[in-house]
C-alpha cells in the first residue's frame, strides 16, 4: 500500500495537470490551516485509470496500412448504392423522352454539379467531420448537440459524465455570443427539446426507409436488363428472379460487414472500372462536345426552355446521389480518413466518367433514353457488364442496409427503439453490427415492395423522398452544430445555407411533387416507425420520471436497514434500474414481500451516455449507501451507444472487480481524511503530508482487506440478478390517449420484444424478477 504522501502526490498531479474543474472534485478535509493545493479529492472507482487511457487514446491513431485496407472495403459497403445510380438516372429524368439535344447537356451539368456540391463537398469534406468519436448518422448529430447544450429529455446527467475521455468536445478558445444564445434557447425551450428529438426520429426513419427501397429499385434495375438479350422474359419473371436475389442478400447479413466487405468490394472496384471505360469509350466514340456542360449556363438554359417540366425532372437527377447519407451512417464501420480516400480516389471520377460516357451516348441516340445504361454498352461486354451489374446492385442495397443497423443501434441506445438483439460481427473493427430482427423486416418489407410495385418508375418516386429529407434534416442539425459547436464564421454558415440548403430544398419540392406517383411510400413507412419509436421514448421517459419522484429516500433505507425483522443472507445481489439519481421504488416492494437482504447488495443502473463508446477502465461509477456496514453500493454502468456488452467477460465479474478498487481507494482516503483532522493547525503546510506510522498502515490494510474478503465471500456464495418487472398502466382519470399509448400500444411492444435478462445475457438460473406496477 503506498504511503499518504505518494497518494496525496499523485492526486495534485493529476488535478494539476489534466485540469480537472473544481466543482468535480470533493474536499476531504476542511482544516483551516490546510491551503486550497493541500484539499484531498475523492476520486471514483476507475478514476486515475481513465486519466491514462485518455493520453494513451488521443496519441494514437490508425495507421495507414488499416486506413487503406477500410478504404478498400468502404468500396464495397458505403458506395455500392451510389455507384450503381447510373443503371436509372437518364432514364428516370427523361420519362417522357428527349425534346431538344441541349437538355442532355442540362441534365449532365445538374448532375455533375449535384455530385460535386453534395456528396462530395458536403459529405467527404464537412458532414464527416461532424462525426461523433468515429461514428456517423442522425444521433451522433443529436448525441454531439445534447453533449454541449442540455437538451436531452432524461434528467440523469451527472458530473462524472464529462470526465469520461470521449465525452470531451473540442472546442476553439473563443466563445461567440450566438453560440452561447443559440445554446441558451435550446436549453431553455421544452418545445426546442421535444423538435430535435423529433426530428431525429424522423432522419432515423428515413435512413431505415432507404435500407428498404434500395434494394428494391437496384436489383430491379439491373435484372431487367436482360431483357436486351432474352425479349421473351416477362415482368413477372424479372420480379421473381429479383426477389430471390433479394432473399439470398439478407440472408448473407448474419455473415457481418467484415467478410461481407471483403468479399464485395473487388466487384464493386470492378464496376467502376467498367463504368469508367465505357464512359470514356462512349465519350470518345460519340461526342467528346459535353464536356462543355461543365459550364452551368446549360442548366439555365434548361430551365428556361422546360419550365415546370425541367423542375419535375429533378426527381430523377437527384437518384444520382442515392446511398449519399450511406458516408455519413457507416462512418462508424470505417474512418473518415478511409471514406475521404476512397470517394476521391475511385467513386468520384468513375461516376462523373460514367454519366458523362451517357450523356455523350444519348446525344447521338436519343431515342434509346429509356434503355440508356445498357444499349451504350459495347455488344462484346453486354453479358460481363450484366453480371457484374446484378452484383453491383446487389452490392447496393449493403450500404443502406449496414447504415440502418448503426442507425437502430444509436437510437435503441439513447432510448428511442424498442430492445433488438444487436450482434458485433468484427472483433478487428468496432462499430460492425448486425441485428436479426431489423435484417428480417427489411427483407419482408422489400419483397413486398418489389412484387407490389413491379417496376423503378413509381419506387423511384418513393426513393428521391427519403433520400433529400435524410439529407436536409442532416443540413439542419448540421447548422446548429456549426454554430454551436464548431464556432464557424457567420458567413461560411449563411453560404452553406444558401448554396446546400437551397439546392437540398429545390430537390425536396421536386420529389414531393410526386407523393402520389409512389412518393407517399417513404412517408408512410416513417410514420409507422415514428409512432413506435415516439411510443417507446415517451414511456420510457414517463417510467424514469415515476422512479425519480418515488424513489427510495435514504433515512427509508436505514430505517429498513435497522428493522430486526430483515434478515441478512449470504451472497451478493446485482438489482438493476434505469434510475441513475437514488434507489428505485421497487427496492421498498421488494423488501415488502421478501423480508430478507443479501449480504453485499449492489443497485446497477444501466445507462448510455450521449457517446459513442465508453472506454472500460472509465465504465463503473460506484457511491457507497450509508451505514457503511450495511455493505449496500449503487453502481452507474455507463455504456455508449455503439458499446459492446459482455462480449470478453461476464458483466457480474468486471463489476465484482471494479467494485473492490472502489473499496479499497474509498477506504484510503477516508483514513486520509481521519488522519489529517488529527495534524495540528500550526504545522507548516508542507510537512501535513507525513508518512504514516507503521501500525496504522497495517491495521488500514486489515480493514482494506476484510471489506474485500466480505465481498469475494458474498460472490463466492453465489451473485443473484434482481430485476424489477415493471408493468405499466395508465393512471386512473387518464385520459383515452394516454391509456392507447400505455395500456395498448406500449405494452403490446413490450411483450413483443426482448427481454431485460436476454439483453444483458444473464442466467436464467441466478435471475429474479420483482414485479411491479407503476401507475403513469
Not at 490551516?33 to 493520453?55: G, I, T
Not at 417540366?309 to 429533378?314: K, Q, R, V
Request: with cysteine.
Amino acid at each position: 500500500m503506498p504511503s499518504e504522501e505518494a497518494v496525496v502526490v499523485e492526486m495534485e498531479n493529476i488535478a494539476n495537470n489534466e485540469g480537472i474543474e473544481q466543482n468535480h472534485q470533493l474536499q476531504v478535509s476542511e482544516h483551516p490551516s490546510l491551503k486550497v493545493k493541500q484539499k484531498l479529492r475523492r476520486y471514483d472507482s476507475l478514476e486515475m485509470e481513465s486519466r491514462r487511457f485518455s493520453h494513451a487514446c488521443a496519441s494514437k491513431g490508425p495507421a495507414m496500412t488499416v486506413i487503406l485496407q477500410l478504404a478498400f472495403q468502404s468500396i464495397g459497403i458505403v458506395y455500392g448504392d451510389i455507384g450503381t445510380s447510373p443503371l436509372y438516372v437518364y432514364s428516370s429524368t427523361f420519362t417522357d423522352g428527349i425534346k431538344h439535344n441541349d437538355d442532355i447537356l442540362g441534365v449532365l451539368s445538374l448532375i455533375f454539379y449535384t455530385i460535386t456540391l453534395i456528396p462530395l463537398l458536403k459529405y467527404v469534406f464537412v458532414v464527416l467531420r461532424a462525426n461523433d468519436n468515429g461514428d456517423g448518422g442522425t444521433f451522433a448529430l443529436y448525441s454531439l448537440i445534447c453533449r454541449y447544450a442540455k437538451v436531452g429529455l432524461i434528467p440523469n446527467q451527472q458530473l462524472e459524465d464529462t470526465e469520461v475521455s470521449n465525452y470531451q468536445l473540442e472546442l476553439p478558445n473563443k466563445r461567440e455570443k450566438r453560440a452561447s444564445k443559440l445554446k441558451s434557447k435550446l436549453e431553455n425551450s421544452h418545445f426546442m427539446k421535444l423538435f430535435l428529438l423529433f426530428a431525429t426520429m424522423l432522419g432515423t426513419s428515413m435512413v431505415i426507409g432507404d435500407g428498404v427501397l434500395t434494394p428494391c429499385i437496384s436489383v430491379l434495375s439491373a435484372v431487367g436488363g436482360i431483357k436486351q438479350a432474352a425479349t421473351q422474359i416477362t415482368d413477372d419473371q424479372i420480379v421473381l428472379i429479383s426477389v430471390a436475389i433479394l432473399v439470398g442478400l439478407f440472408m448473407v447479413q448474419r455473415l457481418g460487414t467484415d467478410k461481407v466487405g471483403y468479399s464485395f468490394a473487388p466487384i464493386i472496384c470492378l464496376w467502376f472500372t467498367f463504368i469508367a471505360g465505357i464512359g470514356v469509350y462512349n465519350f470518345i466514340k460519340y461526342d467528346a462536345t459535353v464536356i462543355k456542360a461543365i459550364n452551368p449556363k446549360y442548366i439555365v438554359d434548361y430551365f428556361s426552355r422546360n419550365k415546370k417540366d425541367a423542375w419535375i425532372s429533378l426527381g430523377g437527377v437527384v437518384l444520382a446521389i442515392t446511398g449519399t447519407e450511406a458516408l455519413f451512417a457507416d462512418v462508424g464501420h470505417f474512418t473518415v480518413r478511409s471514406i475521404q480516400i476512397s470517394m476521391c480516389s475511385v467513386t468520384y471520377p468513375a461516376l462523373i466518367l460514367a454519366y458523362a460516357g451517357q450523356a455523350s451516348f444519348l446525344r447521338k441516340n436519343n431515342d434509346l433514353v429509356s434503355e440508356t445504361f445498357y444499349k451504350s454498352i459495347p455488344d462484346p461486354l453486354y453479358w460481363p457488364m450484366f453480371v457484374i451489374a446484378v452484383l453491383a446492385a446487389i452490392i447496393a442495397s449493403q450500404a443502406m442496409i449496414s447504415g440502418t443497423f448503426s442507425i437502430i443501434q444509436q437510437s435503441l441506445a439513447l432510448g428511442c427503439f424498442p430492445r433488438v438483439q444487436i450482434v458485433h460481427t468484427s472483433t478487428k473493427h468496432e462499430g460492425q453490427v448486425y441485428i436479426p430482427e431489423v435484417n428480417y423486416i427489411l427483407m419482408i418489407a422489400c419483397i413486398a415492395i418489389t412484387v407490389g410495385f413491379k417496376t423503378t418508375t413509381k419506387i423511384g418516386n418513393a426513393y428521391g423522398i427519403a433520400v433529400v429529407f435524410v439529407m436536409t434534416l442532416t443540413s439542419a442539425f448540421l447548422v446548429l452544430i456549426m454554430i454551436m459547436i464548431w464556432k464557424t464564421h457567420i458567413l461560411l454558415v449563411i453560404s452553406y445555407v444558401l448554396v446546400i440548403g437551397s439546392v437540398e430544398l429545390v430537390y425536396l419540392s421536386s420529389v414531393l411533387y410526386k407523393f402520389d406517383q409512389g412518393g407517399y411510400l417513404p412517408l408512410t413507412l416513417a410514420a409507422v416507425l415514428m409512432i413506435i419509436m415516439y411510443v417507446w421514448n415517451n414511456v420510457y421517459r414517463r417510467k424514469y420520471y415515476y422512479e425519480l419522484d418515488h424513489k427510495v429516500s435514504p433515512e427509508k433505507v436505514r430505517e429498513i436497514a435497522a428493522d430486526t425483522n430483515l434478515c441478512r443472507v449470504p451472497g451478493l445481489a446485482m438489482f438493476y434500474s434505469e434510475l441513475v439519481q437514488g434507489i428505485p421504488p421497487i427496492f421498498k416492494h421488494y423488501v415488502a414481500n421478501v423480508p430478507a437482504l443479501h449480504s453485499v447488495l449492489v443497485f446497477v443502473s444501466i445507462k448510455s451516455l450521449p457517446i459513442s463508446k465508453v472506454p472500460m477502465e472509465e465504465r463503473f461509477l460506484f457511491r457507497r449507501v450509508e451505514p457503511k456496514d450495511l455493505n449496500i453500493f449503487r453502481c452507474v454502468a455507463r455504456y455508449g451507444y455503439t458499446d459492446v456488452r459482455n462480449e470478453n467477460e461476464p458483466f457480474d465479474k468486471l463489476l465484482v472487480e471494479r467494485l473492490k478498487e472502489f473499496i479499497a481507494k474509498e477506504f484510503w482516503l477516508s483514513q486520509m481524511e481521519l488522519q489529517n483532522d488529527q495534524y495540528d493547525e500550526k504545522l507548516n503546510v508542507d510537512k501535513v503530508d507525513g508518512a504514516l506510522e507503521a501500525s496504522n498502515e497495517e491495521r488500514l490494510q486489515e480493514a482494506i482487506e476484510k471489506e474485500i474478503e466480505a465481498v469475494e465471500k458474498a460472490s463466492r456464495a453465489g451473485i443473484v440478478h434482481l430485476i424489477g418487472e415493471n408493468e405499466v398502466i395508465a393512471s386512473k382519470g387518464a385520459n383515452i390517449g394516454k391509456r392507447i399509448l400505455i395500456d395498448y400500444a406500449y405494452n403490446f411492444l413490450k411483450k413483443n420484444l426482448r427481454q431485460s435478462d436476454k439483453i444483458f445475457d444473464i442466467p436464467h438460473k441466478r435471475l429474479v424478477k420483482v414485479g411491479m406496477t407503476y401507475e403513469l
